[in-house]
């Protein structure tokens, strides 16, 4: 077997020098790596001790080193604004053993679609900054489609302007602990009785990551009593469609998906009556 | 490669793969009560405290655990001298075959060092990487309780 190797930089200026080498990739907390298939690596870089696990808040934009991990953001994110987006999804997520090893850099880099990282990331408009061949700020969805940004390159951080509205997280899964089939987050801001903003994201769908125009356009500028709910599910019956899922059919987990998202629309019509 | 650990207080040379996991090496090098159970985290079966945080260790390359404090429930207590979280494991009747016991009372501890008085809810939640295929659970969240009561009459 060939040699593997461990690099443990001491900057990000060398650790971005490594990716030069063929073979080698960062180690954030290690959990997306799967053990049984190391021999496609001739080596891991080790981010840790770069001071990339730090977490701020400066005039309202929040940004996240690509080594903080999950608890650390729930931690953070919580201590700041109580129940965000971010403690509601990623509390979701795996375990609490996963959650101290999870880096927010890894999922990224990663992107899979069950991860309870990404919707929120997407309804948010979070920039990731990359350092190395890609260097640049990229909106998070493109990282998402273009999968050969990250290539030897480093993901450093993530940016997000901190949301205080109304925010609704449902993760689609058998047990706790499985891996979700789908999830729904919704932001939503009131004013003066009417949707001033709505981002509304579906995970896990064909189209893996989903902005649904639909929902936000039929709710934004409208007082919930003029909102046509059953026809704003009826028309996202075309546009959103399923594999087959841990929690059933495609067929079903449609039936599911449209359902749930009517209850976020619901749950933000009693948000917003609360507010009143 | 070699890396020194710092095991239960006590620092090792030892010498490994540079693709072992730290679970691996720990039950390689003795530290049998670290159990081997699914080998992707799900199941909390080799639970260590890393630096004072919850892992599982086969989720850990052991090279990235070089030089940090490495804590397995032997670490806490053992027959001679248990810990409360492991004697009153043992008194409720929380422990049957006992494979994922010694997970079960890492995560424990790290929850009550967090968090000394829990409700059963932040007790659930604390222990939603720990999988016991015996118990039922119910004696477990029991054990948990007695032991916290425990802990704060003692300040352990």
Not at chain 1, 83 to 88: A, D, S, Y
Not at chain 1, 244 to 271: D, H, M, P, Q
Not at chain 2, 19 to 44: A, Y
Request: with cysteine.
């Amino acid at each position: 077997m060939e040699e593997f190797r461990w690099y443990y930089p001491n900057s990000i200026e060398e650790a971005v020098g490594l990716l030069e080498l063929q073979g080698v990739v960062p180690h954030g907390g290690g959990t997306g790596i799967i053990r049984g298939k190391l021999d496609r690596y001739k080596g891991l870089i080790s981010l840790e001790g770069l001071g990339l696990d730090y977490i701020k808040e400066v005039d309202g934009v929040v940004e996240i080193g690509a080594t903080a991990t999950y608890h650390d953001v729930i931690e953070f994110c919580g201590a700041v604004c109580g129940e965000c987006i971010l403690v509601k999804s990623l509390s979701r997520a795996a375990s609490t053993p996963l959650r101290n090893r999870i880096t927010i850099g890894g999922s990224v880099a990663y992107f899979p679609i069950w991860s309870d990282l990404m919707g929120p990331l997407i309804a948010l408009d979070a920039t990731v900054s990359i350092l190395g061949k890609n260097e640049g700020e990229y909106p998070v969805q493109e990282l998402a489609r273009n999968r050969s940004l990250k290539s030897h390159s480093l993901i450093k951080s993530l940016k997000f302007k901190r949301f205080n509205g109304f925010t609704y997280y449902y993760r689609a899964a058998r047990t706790h602990f499985d891996y979700g089939s789908f999830n729904i987050t919704m932001l939503a801001s009131f004013d003066d009785g009417v949707f001033s903003d709505v981002r509304f994201v579906l995970v896990g769908s064909k189209a893996k990551f989903q902005r649904l125009a639909e929902i936000e356009n039929g709710l934004i500028g409208r007082a919930p009593s003029d909102v046509d709910v059953p026809g704003l599910i009826g028309e996202l019956y075309n546009s959103i469609e399923f594999h087959n899922t841990r929690i059933g059919s495609a067929e079903y987990t449609k039936s599911v998906a449209l359902v749930e998202i009517e209850r976020a629309i619901y749950a933000s019509f009693k948000a917003m009556e609360g507010e009143k | 490669m070699t890396g020194k650990f710092r095991i239960n207080g006590r620092e090792y040379s030892i010498e490994f793969d540079p693709r072992d996991t730290l679970l691996t090496v720990l039950r390689e090098n003795g530290f049998t009560e670290v159990k081997e159970g699914c080998s992707e985290g799900t199941c909390g079966a080799c639970a260590v405290l890393l630096d004072g945080k919850v892992v599982n260790s086969c989720m850990v390359f052991a090279a990235t655990a070089i030089g940090k404090e490495i804590i397995t429930s032997r670490g806490l207590g053992d027959q001679n001298n248990p810990h409360p979280i492991q004697e009153a494991f043992a008194e409720v009747g929380a422990v049957q075959c006992g494979f994922c016991t010694p997970g079960f009372v890492i995560s424990t501890f790290y929850l009550l060092q967090r968090n000394p008085d829990p409700t059963e809810d932040e007790i659930k939640k604390a222990l939603d990487g720990n999988l016991c295929r015996c118990t039922g659970y119910v004696k477990i969240i029991e054990g948990v309780k007695l032991a916290a009561e425990r802990m704060k009459n003692e300040k352990v």
